[in-house]
């Protein structure tokens, strides 16, 4: 589902953010993807979802290398994976209804199934009783909450997180690490950036170690 083969990704200025990295998730995985600050974890993220393109090496999503895909081709790749940000970047003038919708309304779906969609959505993350409310009236988990239901809404096979707990206490990370988990039970491949080694340890999923953008280490190792 997700095949990385010596990616290497290096930014302007000569930064190389990634050096190549190599590993493959099957589908249906939940893994966790940790290392220091600025050990290329959102980096190899943003490679996945297309908002940066590798330096060298080759990327295969779902049976599609990367490689092939045009930049306007990239929205309707995109409509294949579901991302979260640790900020939210929710739409602060929006209801949680239209938050969750944008990604149907984008692209074209018809009114009511996006109700449909939208509300099966909330209910997943026990937040359909809030759908007329405005983000800034939230706590911080539940706007964590909107996030994941605007990600998860059209069902996609892939689901990547970014930092997705790092603003909230343990007991509300958690709570939302046993939602991402719902949702690969029934089959969505997950890959979770995290420095919460004490949360990734007790959640004993498969975990791969970034150090200055090198991948050094696989847990548990690759038969």
């Known amino acids: 589902m997700i095949l990385f083969e010596n990616v290497s990704k290096t930014y302007p200025g000569s930064h190389e953010a990634l050096s190549n990295v190599s590993f493959h998730l099957q589908r249906g995985d939940m893994a966790f993807l940790t290392g220091h600050s600025g050990a290329g974890k959102s980096t190899l993220l943003k490679l996945i979802a297309l908002i940066e393109r590798t330096t060298r090496g080759q990327i ?15 929205p309707y790749f995109r409509r294949n994976i579901g991302i979260i940000f640790q900020d939210h970047r929710l739409l602060l ?16 779906m018809d009114y009511r199934e996006i109700t449909r969609k939208v509300r099966a959505a909330l209910d997943k993350v026990n937040l359909l009783n809030k759908e007329r409310q405005y983000p800034n009236t939230l706590s911080t988990g539940e706007q964590q909450r909107v996030g994941i239901a605007r990600a998860v809404v059209n069902k996609p096979p892939v689901l990547l997180a970014d930092e997705p707990t790092g603003n909230l206490d343990p007991e509300l990370s958690q709570e939302i690490m046993k939602m991402f988990e719902q949702f690969n039970q029934v089959g969505v ?22 150090d200055k953008g090198k991948l050094i280490a696989q847990f548990p190792e690759d038969e």
């Open 60 to 74: 295969v999503i779902g049976g599609q290398n990367l490689t092939g895909v045009t930049k306007r081709k990239i």
């Open 189 to 210: 491949t997950v890959l979770i950036a995290s420095h919460d080694l004490e949360l990734i340890k007790r959640m004993q999923h498969k975990t791969l170690v970034l």
């Open 93 to 108: 003038d929006r209801t949680v209804f239209d938050n969750v919708a944008l990604p149907l309304v984008i692209a074209g």
